[in-house]
């Protein structure tokens, strides 16, 4: 099987034309880019606000608790149902499975902005209060660059997530890399479904690698704690009893 899979993937028109590796390829991230960007829009600045104030504490619960028991594939019939007659053309089959994308990215971009700034030292809340800064100011300048690490996890959570879902999509008429399965499938093709498989593998391992650069130097040293890993590097293990006790 290795072979045929190795073959399949090495064939030069595999990767060329509509159905070819390179295009499904696209597709892919093109829906979870859109599903992604219309989810933090809405999940983060709500994630942000209520790690904030406090206030709807219970709507991130209920949306994390609700998210790890829904049925990514029913949800996604469910709409196809729902939506499908009520659309025309390519929208019948596009938004039902956008909207579901964007219903699952949701809760972990949420739980990540919210968690993020909940975590925040309160002392660093009250020094910034006491140099005089207003509520919307404490929020930017303070907590959001604290709140970056467990931020970013909730990003990464949901592009795998996203990834992972736009796959079964194509069971709705979603294009994407999820059509090397469904098509190998209706076809007894197994070398294509494995390459399928492989290739999503592959492309969720990528978007991980590259938000974790992002993290990496998107968030100070101080508060990822790389700071403190290099003065142990350089100086000994006496610098981390150092930094755990000035923490």
Avoid: K
Wanted: aromatic share 4%; net charge positive; glycine share 10%.
């Amino acid at each position: 099987m290795t072979d045929l899979v190795l073959a399949w993937l090495t064939d030069p028109a595999h990767w060329t034309g509509q159905d070819g590796i390179i295009q499904h390829t696209l597709e892919h991230l093109g829906y979870s880019a859109i599903s992604l960007l219309i989810a933090a829009a809405v999940a983060i600045p709500a994630g942000l606000v209520i790690g904030h104030t406090g206030r709807g504490r219970f709507l991130v619960v209920n949306l994390a608790g609700a998210a790890r028991a829904m049925p990514s594939l029913g949800l996604l019939f469910i709409m196809v149902l729902v939506l499908g007659p009520r659309l025309s053309g390519d929208a019948a089959f596009l938004w039902p499975n956008l909207i579901v994308l964007i219903v699952l990215a949701i809760p972990p971009l949420l739980s990540g902005a919210y968690a993020g700034v909940e975590g925040v030292d309160p002392a660093a809340r009250d020094a910034a209060r006491g140099m005089g800064m207003s509520g919307s100011q404490v929020l930017l300048r303070v907590e959001v660059p604290c709140a970056l690490p467990l931020l970013f996890s909730g990003l990464r959570s949901a592009t795998l997530q996203v990834i992972a879902t736009a796959t079964i999509a194509a069971v709705a008429g979603l294009q994407g890399l999820g059509r090397f399965l469904i098509d190998g499938l209706a076809v007894h093709d197994f070398p294509q479904m494995v390459s399928g498989a492989v290739l999503i593998a592959v492309l969720a391992l990528l978007a991980d690698l590259v938000l974790a650069l992002v993290q990496r130097y998107a968030v100070s040293p101080g508060v990822s704690g790389r700071r403190l890993r290099e003065r142990v590097r350089r100086r000994g293990p006496d610098t981390l009893a150092e930094g755990l006790q000035v923490r």
